[in-house]
């Protein structure tokens, strides 16, 4: 009991240090970096996936964007924009370059594999119908692509949820400000709470996603034994108004 001390406290649950502004900040942080990355990677991985351009490139980018070491990064760049900062930026900027550096890699090897690897039949079907490039990748390729880049988004999300607590090494908050300060203050309760609530987190944000996914991906692109035809057919109806 004495690791949930701090998570039975009613004090630890308001004001501005308490668990639901720590979750909020926490959860703000991990959604503009994955805003962010998506921005930078989706384009990346739809152009390389479609055109089969660069791929070696794409490749090696993300080998080395997950080798980076992140609090090593995090605290060079704090450094390098302390003087260019005066305000909490010089400690927000860092921290989301780094978290959008981690998301980068899983959402654009995700979308590049998804569009690669999409349904050749109905590719081939959508040029002979007379579909343009542009065309053939917004209804045939993405649909066929959205399980991988699903994929990579979750991975990606997991991966900056976990991270986003080195942000208070810096002095900004969020639910890494429980294990850092637990941590000086040898309250091992609140070190706890700190790690319990980022894996809650984490989970159930992990499931949102798998709902979306589960709402948005076509059935026919996740039912085992289908028949490949019938995908086809569905990805190049025609939308009726």
């Known amino acids: 009991m004495i690791l949930f001390e701090w998570l039975l406290d009613p004090a630890n649950w308001s004001g501005p240090y308490g668990a639901p502004t720590l979750i909020w900040q926490h959860v703000v942080y991990t959604l503009a970096a994955l805003l962010l990355a998506s921005a930078i990677a989706v384009p990346i991985g739809l152009y390389v996936g479609h055109t089969r351009r660069g791929e070696f490139v794409i490749a090696g980018a993300a080998n080395v964007l997950r080798a980076l070491p992140s ?139 798998e709902f979306v996914a589960f709402a948005t991906v076509s059935r026919g692109l996740t039912r085992r034994g289908t028949n490949r035809f019938s995908t086809v057919r569905r990805l190049l109806k025609p939308n009726r108004s």
Do not use: H, K, W
Request: proline share 5%; hydrophobic share 60%; glycine share 8%.
């Open 71 to 209: 609090l090593g990064l995090i605290v060079l760049l704090v450094i390098l924009f302390a003087p260019v900062f005066a305000s909490d930026l010089a400690f927000i900027v860092p921290s989301l370059v780094v978290l959008i550096l981690l998301a980068v890699p899983p959402i654009m090897t995700g979308t590049y594999s998804g569009v690669a690897n999409a349904n050749r039949a109905a590719v081939d079907a959508a040029r002979g119908m007379g579909f343009t490039p542009l065309q053939v990748l917004l209804r045939v390729e993405i649909p066929c692509a959205l399980p991988l880049i699903f994929s990579g988004l979750r991975g990606a999300t997991l991966q900056v949820i976990s991270t986003a607590t080195i942000a208070a090494y810096v002095s900004l908050g969020g639910l890494g400000r429980l294990i850092i300060d637990g941590r000086a203050q040898n309250d091992y309760s609140q070190m706890a709470a700190g790690a319990i609530l980022v894996a809650l987190l984490a989970l159930v944000v992990d499931l949102l996603i």
